[in-house]
């Protein structure tokens, strides 16, 4: 099979998702990448800096490129099915390389229309589109006012999709 003229591969879609390439991954899957983790505690930062974001660990599971995506979030029942969502989501895949304190990348993503503990819960995250990718910031209010941004791009783009 192929896709916009090039053929479609699990090797070649892995090799998408790797660099942050999610649109195209999604074409060549013919749905998003997931990513299914459970919510685990982070550094609690976004939560201090105004923008709450659930930190997701997903067992053995590809990890895209660093950048921040448009996405959806569902919250899982044990049975693995959807029981809260889909829920729009700012997905950031990284190091968090204005602070430095990172050497293995981080999956969280903030949900922009809930507010709520989720800690212990099983979350897929759907990957839509890049946004932009990974910065470092000259400290945390220009990191914020990025987030800002993020968020509604996030929104617009969600609201060009067809929906989830």
């Known amino acids: 099979m192929t896709v916009g003229g090039v053929e479609a591969s699990s090797t070649r879609t892995r090799a998408l998702v790797r660099q942050g390439r999610l649109a195209d991954a999604r074409r060549?899957?013919?749905?998003?990448?997931?990513?299914?983790?459970?919510v685990v505690p982070g550094r609690r930062r976004g939560h201090r800096l105004?923008?709450?974001?659930?930190n997701v660990e997903g067992a053995d599971f590809l990890v895209p490129g660093d950048g921040v995506y448009a996405g959806w979030a569902r919250v899982l029942d044990g049975s693995g099915a959807a029981d809260m969502?889909?829920?729009?989501?700012?997905i950031s895949v990284g190091r968090a390389p204005t602070f430095g304190e990172l050497t293995e990348p981080v999956v969280e993503a903030c949900l922009l229309n809930f507010d709520g503990d989720l800690y212990?819960?099983?979350?897929?995250?759907?990957?839509?589109?890049?946004v932009r990718d990974q910065e470092t910031f000259d400290?945390?209010?220009?990191?914020?006012?990025?987030v800002a941004r993020d968020r509604q791009?996030?929104?617009t783009r969600l609201a060009a999709e067809a929906g989830p």
């Open 85 to 90: 969502g889909p829920l729009a989501a700012a």
């Open 50 to 54: 105004g923008f709450p974001t659930v």
């Open 28 to 38: 060549m899957l013919g749905r998003p990448f997931e990513f299914v983790g459970r």
């Open 153 to 155: 791009a996030v929104r």
């Open 139 to 146: 400290g945390p209010e220009a990191l914020t006012e990025q």
């Open 120 to 130: 212990g819960r099983t979350v897929r995250l759907e990957f839509i589109d890049r």
